[in-house]
Structure formats: C-alpha cells, structure tokens
C-alpha cells in the first residue's frame, strides 16, 4: 500500500530533510502535491506534481488540495504560529497528519488543539501525529535501553550548546528572526533537547518540576537565548538542563547516572559505563549514519497509518509535555528563578 502524501511548506527543513525523507519511504508513501504560501516557493522544492499556493489562482489554494481524494495525508511545517489552523482543516478534511513541532506556540494553544483532535469535527478517522525527530535517533534509542540496564536513575545532567549568527541560514528565516512566540531559538530548537531528554530518563524519572533562570546573550536571539535549569523528578531525584544559543560553548551532552553506572550521549556516540566514571570500565557505539531521525520518524508515520494505530512517540499528548517543560522553564526564568509544577508530563 502506498499513501499519497502532500508536502505543506517549503522552507530550509522540508528542502533539506521533509522531502528527501518521504523519498526515501517511496515503498510507503507517494509525494502527490506541494503546497506552499507562494507559487515561487513550491516551485523552489523542484519536485514534478502538482502545485499549491496561496497566488496560484482558483483551484490552487490549500483548501483545494484538501478535497483530493487521492491524497491521504499531509506532511506539515510551517510557521509555528501558522501550523495549528492548518493541523485543524486537514483534520476536518480526513487527512492524516504529521506536524513539526513544537505542537503550537504556547500550552493554551496546543490544549485547544488537542481538544479540537477529540472533537467529532475530525473527519473519517484521521489521525495527529507530531513530528519530533530526537525520539527517533538511533543512539538516543540505544541509550535508553542501556539505561534501562543500569538499575535506578540516580541523577542526569544536559548540556546544549550553540552559537546562532546572524546571516545564518536558520536566523534569516523571517518568522525566527522576528520571533511572535515565547522564547525564540529556545521553544524552536529547545524542544528537541527537552524530548531528548525526556526518552533517556523514562517514566520512573520523569519531571515533576522546575526551577530556572533565564537571559538574553546576543541581542539579536529576542526575547531570551539560554536556560538554565534544575528538574526535579517523580522517584525523588534532580538533574540538569542548560540550553544556550548564544554562547561560545559548543556541542551537546546528555548524561544519567544510575545505580550500576552511567550513560552519555554525544551526538551520534553513545558512552556506557559500568560503575562509576574513574573507574574506566565502558564501550562506546557510535551511529554513523543515524543522520537527523527524520527519515525513521516519516517511515515510522508512514507504517503507523497503514497498521491503523499512531505511533506512541508521535503522540499530541508527549508533544504537549515536551511544551510545558520549556514555556514553565521561561516562566520560572521571567519570575526570578520561581519554582514550577509540570503536570501534562
């Protein structure tokens, strides 16, 4: 069975991963249309079916694309403030969906969302998926079954790092240079670390709490760039998450401790250590061709409508966690470091 899917958006993610990741599920899914707010901008993806934009004329719009019943799904990323009206028609619609995350802008938005999801306004049985490529990363994967091995978790500690210049071609994007959202690169980018995290620590460990400070490092990043935070966590224990794109740090670490050793992952790299870390006992696997999970997280999608049943990892309500975390963490930084409870996690 092939699915016929449509592309809505043609910005840097759908160019350089969306598209080459529906590609690549040929066996799966069949690209049938483009649409994007501009003729010039579908046009750019240089794909041959048929185009859709907001200037194309009667017969081109979004809504048309809609009504093609040899389209069964839709591949979303657009604007983060955008994306929910269009999530809310292609539901109405009956196509399946698959949407970038963050699920919306803010909690109150993405409740709406999830409620409108629940609601018999959906068409024909579509189904919400949303798209968060870190729960698909082998090595994050691979981590957490090690993990899992260790015994209790008995502490972690994430550190992401970066530097966004301007001129770069994720800063000149419009709608992030100017971001109308809370928390600019930290609710874009922030969230994929948050949901990294999230996976490694398991239900046993996961954040009940929080407390964070916040700050602007570069004036171009509005309205803040890095956090720092303390988690505190359902078995009793506490970690760390910090989260700069504005700093001369670089690079990414997530690590857990646990009763009979620890694990970190280091981009493609997994680190399992038996006992405690001076002790030297480890094995590292590395996962070369991992890539960035968008190609496992489509096919995931993909085989997930086929078999009739959304796939857990690309639920609304684990996206909708993944939000809280972040907006609580800037609302703790706003008050001065003032604790927060978490309670869709």
Same mark, same amino acid.
């Given at each position: 069975?092939?699915? =016929?899917?449509?592309?809505?958006?043609?910005?840097?993610?759908?160019?350089?991963?969306?598209?080459?990741?529906?590609?690549?599920?040929?066996?799966?899914?069949?690209?049938?249309?483009?649409?994007?707010?501009?003729?010039?901008?579908?046009?750019?993806?240089?794909?041959?079916?048929?185009?859709?934009?907001?200037?194309?004329?009667?017969?081109?719009?979004?809504?048309?694309?809609?009504?093609?019943?040899?389209?069964?799904?839709?591949?979303?990323?657009? !604007?983060?403030?955008?994306?929910?009206?269009?999530?809310?028609?292609?539901?109405?619609?009956?196509?399946?969906?698959?949407?970038?995350?963050?699920?919306?802008?803010?909690?109150?938005?993405?409740?709406?969302?999830?409620?409108?999801?629940?609601?018999?306004?959906?068409?024909?049985?579509?189904?919400?998926?949303?798209?968060?490529?870190?729960?698909?990363?082998?090595?994050?994967?691979?981590?957490?079954?090690?993990?899992?091995?260790?015994?209790?978790?008995?502490?972690?500690?994430?550190?992401?790092?970066?530097?966004?210049?301007?001129?770069?071609?994720?800063?000149?994007?419009?709608?992030?240079?100017?971001?109308?959202?809370?928390?600019?690169?930290?609710?874009?980018?922030?969230?994929?670390?948050?949901?990294?995290?999230?996976?490694?620590?398991?239900?046993?460990?996961?954040?009940?709490?929080?407390?964070?400070?916040?700050?602007?490092?570069?004036?171009?990043?509005?309205?803040?760039?890095?956090?720092?935070?303390?988690?505190?966590?359902?078995?009793?224990?506490?970690?760390?998450?910090?989260?700069?794109?504005?700093?001369?740090?670089?690079?990414?670490?997530?690590?857990?401790?646990?009763?009979?050793?620890?694990?970190?992952?280091?981009?493609?790299?997994?680190?399992?250590?038996?006992?405690?870390?001076?002790? =030297?006992?480890?094995?590292?696997?590395?996962?070369?061709?991992?890539?960035?999970?968008?190609?496992?997280?489509?096919?995931?999608?993909?085989?997930?409508?086929?078999?009739?049943?959304?796939? !857990?990892?690309?639920?609304?309500?684990?996206?909708?966690?993944?939000?809280?975390?972040?907006?609580?963490?800037?609302?703790?930084?706003?008050?001065?470091?003032?604790?927060?409870?978490?309670?869709?996690?």
């Amino acid at each position: 069975m092939s699915i =016929g899917v449509a592309i809505i958006g043609s910005g840097i993610f759908v160019r350089e991963e969306h598209l080459p990741a529906v590609l690549a599920a040929k066996e799966y899914l069949t690209l049938k249309a483009v649409y994007s707010r501009s003729l010039k901008s579908a046009q750019s993806l240089e794909q041959n079916v048929d185009l859709y934009s907001d200037d194309s004329g009667s017969g081109k719009t979004y809504h048309d694309l809609l009504l093609r019943d040899d389209i069964q799904a839709v591949i979303l990323a657009l !604007p983060i403030l955008s994306q929910p009206e269009y999530i809310e028609a292609a539901l109405a619609a009956g196509k399946h969906v698959l949407a970038e995350k963050p699920i919306a802008g803010d909690i109150a938005r993405a409740e709406k969302l999830i409620e409108y999801y629940k609601s018999d306004k959906v068409k024909g049985g579509a189904t919400w998926a949303v798209a968060e490529n870190f729960r698909f990363l082998d090595s994050f994967l691979y981590a957490q079954q090690e993990i899992q091995k260790l015994g209790r978790v008995t502490g972690f500690r994430v550190k992401s790092f970066g530097n966004v210049k301007k001129g770069g071609k994720y800063f000149e994007t419009a709608w992030r240079k100017t971001p109308g959202y809370q928390g600019g690169f930290l609710l874009d980018g922030g969230v994929h670390f948050v949901a990294g995290t999230r996976l490694l620590l398991g239900e046993e460990a996961k954040p009940t709490g929080l407390t964070a400070y916040t700050t602007l490092l570069l004036e171009h990043l509005p309205p803040v760039d890095t956090v720092n935070s303390v988690w505190k966590c359902k078995s009793g224990i506490s970690g760390t998450f910090m989260n700069s794109f504005g700093t001369t740090f670089s690079g990414s670490e997530y690590s857990v401790a646990c009763e009979k050793g620890s694990v970190t992952v280091e981009r493609s790299k997994v680190t399992v250590r038996q006992g405690e870390e001076n002790e =030297g006992n480890l094995k590292v696997e590395e996962f070369k061709d991992e890539g960035s999970g968008v190609k496992q997280e489509v096919k995931a999608w993909a085989e997930s409508i086929i078999a009739g049943k959304p796939n !857990p990892r690309q639920s609304p309500e684990l996206a909708l966690g993944d939000l809280e975390i972040l907006e609580k963490m800037l609302k703790s930084g706003e008050a001065d470091g003032e604790k927060q409870s978490l309670q869709y996690v």
